[in-house]
């Protein structure tokens, strides 16, 4: 336990190092148990791993052919929680599992989802079904030897907007979010950690003092405590995974699941309205996280993944966007990367008498829930006066929405403000939730907007994302706050920059 009447008066409860969803999810948590928490992020919230995910809430069906069932019920239970958490930017989403008994028997198909349907809690999800694929809708843009396939549901995320939502609940509950904030060192001093912290934009210092300190870093995990002066006990293996994206492939709000000649699966996904998102690959990745990309030979790879089953041929040149990211997961020693556990591990680090370090390693962003409330679990030694766990059942901020969802907060978007378009007010909806109300108050008409940097992206709404939501950068706006990058010209893009005082 930690003597708090010892400590510096200015010192804080948790200095949380990473802005990613585990370090964002800890930071909301342990706010609202009311301890002091102060999170430093070196980018953007959401900047690296977090962003980079398939944006879905899903259970993981393929892990049950390694036999993590506890991951999968652990995961599978909290895809119900966060589908009431975060109903603006969590949604449900069929998925059609298209059968190859060359990859896997149907029996071994049935079976798993049998165990899917039953391991977790269900209440807005339909239980899986099978569908003959020559006469459903869902088989029309399938090639002809696709003739059998099975439904189940999961749910699609908005994942960046999910560590911004979690980073606004914190803040508005206390804490203190640094973006664009290095720790360039830690060390223990008489009980506490004081750290370093460096503003990588105007290069200026100051020192932080904590009682506990929580590294959240993701794939920089080891480089953090490193810098901390400890040795780690466990191992990590650094994953990249990549993703592109193309012109919509097919009608309807369903997405596929391919399986591939080396037993791996590839989603097609629908995205953003017109378009498809097609991953992941899993190749073993060494190097600075922050430079990783996609290679041509993953492009590749995802476009014959695609012409393996649709009609529609796929090349390099369709590609719109592409991104990739560091997935980082605790060394099982399996040799392939698809098959290493998203298990995850956090990890107490404190010699007698000294402050605690707690590491989070591994995870998967469906989750990040239980891995905060473990997190705090762990810390509750040190900190006996916190409050009690509490994420379950609280909505994130513009969750809380109006029977009828999404669609019925933007009807009633479109009633309190008639000259507002259609389409504006349903992104408004299902990217700020009911947040969307305070966006547009006090406006009395479109030229209240302000001036239309393209695709609805108006001057009322960057001053918003500027003010409330951490955003510095054109990419923090067009790709991690919103999708709208997909759609931006070079030179709205060029006139956004200008703006936002970049060069």
Not at 56 to 69: K, Q, S
Not at 97 to 122: C, E, K, N, Q, S
Not at 249 to 271: C, K, M, N, S, T
Not at 407 to 416: D, N, Q, S, V, W
């Amino acid at each position: 336990m930690i003597n708090a009447a010892k400590m510096p008066a200015d010192c804080v409860d948790l200095l949380i190092i990473g802005g990613g969803i585990n370090g964002a999810g800890i930071a909301c948590d342990a706010a609202g148990r009311g301890l002091s928490v102060v999170l430093c992020e070196q980018g953007d919230l959401g900047g690296a791993t977090s962003s980079a995910s398939s944006k879905l809430i899903h259970g993981g069906l393929r892990y049950l052919e390694n036999y993590a069932f506890r991951l999968v019920r652990e995961a599978l239970c909290e895809r119900e929680v966060l589908l009431h958490k975060a109903a603006h930017i969590i949604r449900p989403l069929p998925f059609v599992l298209v059968h190859d008994a060359r990859m896997r028997p149907a029996w071994m198909i049935r079976l798993g989802l049998f165990l899917y349907d039953r391991l977790g809690r269900r209440g807005i999800l339909a239980r899986s079904r099978g569908v003959d694929l020559t006469t459903a809708p869902e088989g029309a843009s399938l090639v002809e030897s696709a003739k059998r396939g099975f439904i189940y549901a999961d749910a699609r995320v908005d994942d960046a907007r999910l560590v911004v939502l979690n980073a606004l609940a914190a803040a508005e509950l206390g804490a203190q979010i640094l973006t664009r904030t290095e720790c360039t060192s830690a060390r223990r001093d008489h009980g506490v950690w004081r750290a370093e912290l460096r503003d990588r934009r105007s290069g200026t210092s100051r020192e932080i003092t904590a009682r506990a300190l929580v590294n959240a870093a993701g794939p920089w995990v080891a480089g953090v405590l490193d810098r901390a002066g400890v040795a780690p006990a466990w191992r990590q293996r650094l994953v990249k995974g990549s993703h592109i994206v193309v012109p919509r492939l097919y009608e309807g709000d369903h997405a596929y699941v391919l399986q591939q000649p080396d037993r791996r699966i590839v989603f097609a996904i629908p995205f953003e309205g017109d378009y498809t998102l097609i991953g992941t690959t899993d190749i073993p990745f060494s190097g600075n996280p922050a430079e990783v990309s996609i290679s041509r030979e993953e492009t590749r790879y995802l476009c014959s993944a695609l012409n393996r089953y649709f009609r529609a041929t796929l090349t390099e040149d369709d590609v719109v966007w592409s991104y990739a990211g560091v997935r980082p997961l605790l060394d099982d020693s399996e040799t392939d990367p698809a098959s290493i556990s998203r298990e995850y591990m956090l990890d107490v680090d404190c010699p007698e008498g000294a402050a605690p370090l707690l590491s989070v390693v591994g995870g998967k962003i469906t989750t990040y829930r239980v891995i905060a409330e473990s997190a705090l679990d762990r810390l509750r030694p040190w900190f006996p006066g916190m409050g009690p766990m509490w994420t379950a059942t609280a909505t994130l901020p513009g969750g809380d929405l109006p029977a009828g969802g999404a669609a019925a907060l933007a009807e009633e978007l479109i009633a309190a403000h008639p000259w507002l378009p259609p389409p504006l007010a349903r992104r408004y909806a299902s990217s700020y939730g009911t947040r969307a109300r305070e966006l547009l108050s006090g406006a009395g008409g479109p030229t209240d907007l302000g001036a239309d940097f393209g695709s609805g992206m108006h001057e009322r709404e960057l001053a918003y994302l500027m003010n409330t939501e951490w955003a510095q950068t054109v990419d923090d706006v067009l790709w991690r706050r919103t999708k709208l990058g997909l759609r931006f010209s070079d030179d709205e893009r060029r006139n956004l920059s200008r703006r936002m005082g970049q060069n």
